[in-house]
């Protein structure tokens, strides 16, 4: 062999090593990103809230576990039978904290948070605001009575969750709806406001915008306000009494004349 045959041979050598070793490296980073992969339950259809999820609601789809939110659910078997405690769209990753176990008898149960309740009150058209009201919503809600004889309104409660509207949780209908009950999620203490109001006088309920979390002002914290301020009012009419109790009073002597006749009478200043 000549020196030129040599150093073709060593150069193709060096050239199929090199390739060997870059398609094993290739191999081995591929053989990783597939193990990376995981299976996730996403929905395949638009999921009211308040639906108990079937087979048909759901499926199980590839998604790199890096992007895999936390709590997500990688058995579809996981998920049937549960109720969806919000809106799911088209393509979601089904979580754990979306979804509710079913409850006994309806899935209302099943929506109500830890430690609250579900409180039905009656409506119009005019207390369901027309009738937009809709599951998933929040609401103030006032309370109008008769004091001395005047109108009062007071805001009693304030982002209050609507469950359902009549015997409906889901919000699949998104158009007005005129409706004779309204059930809203309250805890004990609200409820007994509630059930109070109701009593007391007509109750109002106000749309809120689902980003608006404001706090309101309620009547209980005015009402505080109001008796934290009349006790100087109290001790500034008692230091007036005390101060016309003890005047001193002085008698000075007047003359009247009456025609011819002159009186003298005695007046106290």
Do not use: C
């Not at 936390?70 to 039978?81: F, L, R």
């Not at 004091?147 to 699949?172: G, Y």
């Amino acid at each position: 062999m000549n020196r030129n045959t040599i150093t073709f041979v060593s150069m193709s050598a060096v050239f199929g090593l090199g390739a060997v070793f870059i398609a094993k490296n290739w191999l081995a980073n591929n053989q990783e990103l597939t193990e990376q992969q995981v299976n996730v339950v996403v929905s395949t259809v638009m999921i009211p809230t308040g639906t108990i999820l079937e087979g048909k609601h759901l499926s199980l789809t590839v998604f790199p576990k890096s992007l895999v939110p936390e709590k997500a659910i990688n058995k579809v078997e996981d998920v049937i039978g549960k109720v969806a405690k919000d809106h799911l769209y088209i393509g979601e990753v089904i979580r754990a904290e979306r979804l509710a176990t079913k409850g006994d008898g309806s899935s209302l149960a099943s929506l109500i948070s830890e430690n609250m309740r579900a409180v039905s009150i009656r409506v119009n058209d005019v207390v369901g605001v027309a009738g937009f009201l809709l599951p998933g919503n929040h609401v103030d809600i006032l309370n109008t009575f008769q004091a001395n004889k005047k109108p009062n309104t007071e805001v009693i409660l304030s982002n209050i969750k609507i469950l359902a509207i009549d015997q409906s949780a889901a919000n699949n209908k998104n158009k007005p709806q005129l409706v004779r009950a309204v059930t809203v999620e309250v805890d004990l203490e609200q409820a007994e406001i509630l059930m109070n109001a109701r009593s007391k006088g007509y109750l109002q309920l106000a749309l809120r915008n689902p980003v608006d979390n404001n706090e309101v002002v309620i009547a209980k914290t005015k009402t505080k306000t109001k008796s934290s301020t009349a006790l100087p009012s109290v001790t500034s009419a008692v230091q007036v009494t005390n101060k016309v109790q003890t005047k001193n009073y002085h008698r000075q002597k007047v003359e009247l004349i009456r025609g011819i006749t002159q009186e003298s009478v005695n007046v106290d200043i």
